[in-house]
Antibody, heavy 117, light 110 residues
Framework: EVQLVESGGGLVQPGGSLRLSCAAS????????MTWVRQAPGRGLEWLAT????????FYLDSVRGRFTISRDNAKDSLYLQMNTLGAEDTAFYYC??????????WGQGTLVTVSS | QSVLTQPPSVSAAPGQRVTISCSGS????????VSWYQQVPGTAPKLLIY???KRPSGIPDRFSGSKSGTSATLDITGLQTGDEADYYC???????????FGGGTRLTVL
């Protein structure tokens, strides 16, 4: 069974940092592009970043480039999102997505990040 | 303001048909595949359509997608109360070098 389990969310103060993880199982993680998507409470979906199978190509939403870093460890079947200089506008559910936009698209259940003092 | 434009809401009676539009530009829908997602409130999104019109296994043929020029459409026939959800279109944007979504459409089955 394919599973994507996000973790690392929680309450963080403005200006703080957080590292999200996504543990993959049930498929060959190293064969797929991986993506982070977020959704602020009551708002729509927002694509954040995508990483190639071997990590050599990365793409970012302009508003998070330089603050967020996507990475992966294929030996650990894990995807990461390092988030720095967080602001209230970063409060959202963060979803890990396998091969976004293809027939193999699969979404994790998400982890909530709350930025507040 | 989303790069792809969807109507905020649509509604129809059970058994009826509804169409959800998704308007983009030459840098996204005009040259890239469109995908559609269903999100029941409180749950993660789920893939409905990929490559403009293809359905993943398990998605009933009541759901269909199409694309023409810089616009895409999701059609849902034989509406059921279980179809009440938010629907999002998505595509890659070559100019932004980023993924983009529509703002989402809330479907109400009256």
């Amino acid at each position: 069974e394919v599973q994507l389990v996000e973790s690392g969310g929680g309450l963080v103060q403005p200006g703080g940092s957080l590292r999200l993880s996504c543990a993959a199982s049930g498929f060959s993680f190293s064969e797929f592009w991986m993506t982070w998507v977020r959704q602020a409470p009551g708002r729509g979906l927002e694509w954040l970043a995508t990483i190639k199978q071997d990590g050599t190509e990365k793409f970012y939403l302009d508003s998070v480039r330089g603050r967020f870093t996507i990475s992966r460890d294929n030996a650990k079947d894990s995807l990461y999102l390092q988030m720095n200089t967080l602001g209230a506008e970063d409060t959202a559910f963060y979803y890990c997505v396998r091969d976004w936009g293809s027939r193999d698209t699969f979404w994790g259940q998400g982890t909530l990040v709350t930025v507040s003092s | 303001q989303s790069v792809l434009t969807q109507p905020p809401s649509v509604s129809a009676a059970p058994g009826q048909r509804v169409t959800i539009s998704c308007s983009g530009s030459s840098s996204n829908i005009g040259k890239k595949y469109v995908s559609w997602y269903q999100q029941v409130p409180g749950t993660a999104p789920k893939l409905l359509i990929y490559d403009n019109y293809k359905r993943p296994s398990g998605i009933p043929d009541r759901f269909s997608g199409s694309k023409s020029g810089t616009s895409a459409t999701l059609d849902i026939t034989g509406l059921q109360t279980g179809d009440e959800a938010d629907y999002y279109c998505g595509a890659w944007d070559d100019r932004l070098n980023a993924g983009v979504f529509g703002g989402g459409t809330r479907l109400t089955v009256l």
